[in-house]
């Protein structure tokens, strides 16, 4: 004779279960229960990255909603663009030819959402700096003056870094190199729409094969382990050289501001 008792203890629990879910959504505010299905939703912060991974030469101001760093956009890492006499100064690559201009310190800053969302239309990166690397550096696309993608000269002033001074001498990078991320799967930095950008490899050692045409997916990766949409540096080596553009094309979200 316990079983019928138990049934009947079991379904006034269901019921009692019922009600309390049917009262507490009565009283609930107007918020999804669910979290937003897409990591690109503007779901994941990107605050506690930002914070942990910029070199100390970036300074950080941390707003409620964006972050703005600052930097002098000189690199900390050997360049032959240090100029003789710097302790950073070194030979250029072999193969490489050097362009008239030198690094100097710039006052840039750039702003960006703690939580970066998708742009519901996609803007076109362009010339100048798109974002900055995790040594304060600013990073440009795959073009150089008159908007024309970078050729053989221009690629043969790059570094090793796969960077080059531009007017102004400021220092920045287009592609990989041998101190940001290449064949890895590095935080190389964040570009002005508050997305990561990250070496030609994912966290599990492979090269992602559903990249958009942006450049990017949707993943977790070594600092995010929830998806956020990230980009990733080509997989093709540009102009069959030992770089390897970082970005090209479009934001995936909407840029913020970079100003020096
Ligand atoms: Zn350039
Ligand atoms: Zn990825």
């Not at 995790?134 to 570094?159: A, C, K, Q, T």
């Amino acid at each position: 004779m316990t079983k019928p008792n138990s049934i009947s203890k079991l379904s006034s629990f269901a019921l009692g279960l019922m009600l309390i879910v049917i009262v507490s959504c009565g009283n609930e505010d107007p918020v999804p229960s669910t979290p937003d299905p897409t990591p690109e939703g503007g779901t994941v912060s990107i605050k506690d990255v930002v914070s942990a991974n910029y070199k100390s030469a970036v300074t950080l101001t941390v707003g409620t909603s964006s972050i703005t760093l600052r930097s002098e956009g000189v690199p900390d890492h050997p360049s032959p663009y240090w100029g003789e006499g710097n302790s950073l100064f070194e030979e250029q690559r072999a193969g490489g030819t050097l362009n008239p201009g030198r690094i100097a310190t710039q006052n840039y800053s750039m702003t960006i959402e703690i939580f970066p969302t998708e742009a519901s239309s996609k803007e076109a990166t362009s010339l100048g700096p798109i974002g900055m690397a995790l040594n304060g550096v600013p990073i440009y696309n795959d073009r150089e003056g008159g908007n024309v993608p970078v050729d053989e000269g221009v690629l043969g002033s790059f570094d090793r870094a796969g960077a080059h001074p531009g007017p102004g001498n400021t220092y920045h990078y287009h592609t990989t190199g041998d101190f940001t991320g290449n064949d890895n799967a590095n935080l190389i930095g964040f570009l002005r729409d508050g997305f990561p950008i990250y070496g030609r490899k994912d966290v599990d050692g492979s090269y992602p094969s559903n990249l958009d045409s942006h450049g990017g997916h949707a993943g977790t990766t070594g600092e995010f382990s929830t998806a956020i949409y990230h980009y990733h540096a080509s997989n093709v080596a540009y102009l069959n050289s030992r770089f390897y553009i970082l970005k090209a094309g479009s934001y995936h979200g909407t840029k913020g501001t970079f100003t020096n």
